[in-house]
């Protein structure tokens, strides 16, 4: 399985980016996608997660109200819009897959699959 991400870059804050996550050997449909981020000296976080199945999302209390996930199952793709950025944003952005029960699709531990990340700097 090979998770690639794009769409970091620098923006100012208030600005909006999209992040893209594609999935090559990983069937969307039958698992979860997340994404998580981790910021210079900081634990890597759960940002958002969805899991296509059971159409269930999940989003950081941090995150919610300004960063949507969504997937496309035909590109076994899936995506961060996030809006409204803070310079507390500014982090690596990692995507995951795996298999993931209900209780651990905001856990690390819920994916078996990441991509390389993704900087996302959010500065004027």
């Known amino acids: 399985v090979q998770l690639v991400e794009s769409g970091g870059d620098l923006v100012q804050p208030g600005g909006s980016l999209r992040l893209s996550c594609a999935a090559s050997?990983?069937?969307?449909?039958?698992?979860?996608m997340a994404w998580f981020r981790q910021a210079p000296g900081k634990e890597r976080e759960f940002v958002a997660a969805i899991r296509r199945s059971q159409s269930t999302i999940y989003y950081a209390d941090s995150v919610k109200g300004r960063f949507a996930i969504s997937g496309n199952s035909a590109k076994n793709t899936v995506y961060l819009q996030m809006n409204s950025l803070k310079s507390e944003d500014t982090a690596v952005y990692f995507c995951?897959?795996?298999?993931?029960?209900?209780?651990?699709?905001?856990?690390?531990?819920?994916?078996?699959?990441w991509g390389q990340g993704t900087q996302v700097t959010v500065s004027s």
């Open positions: 995951a897959a795996g298999y993931p029960i209900t209780s651990s699709l905001r856990s690390r531990d819920g994916y078996r699959f």
């Open positions: 050997e990983f069937t969307f449909n039958n698992g979860g």
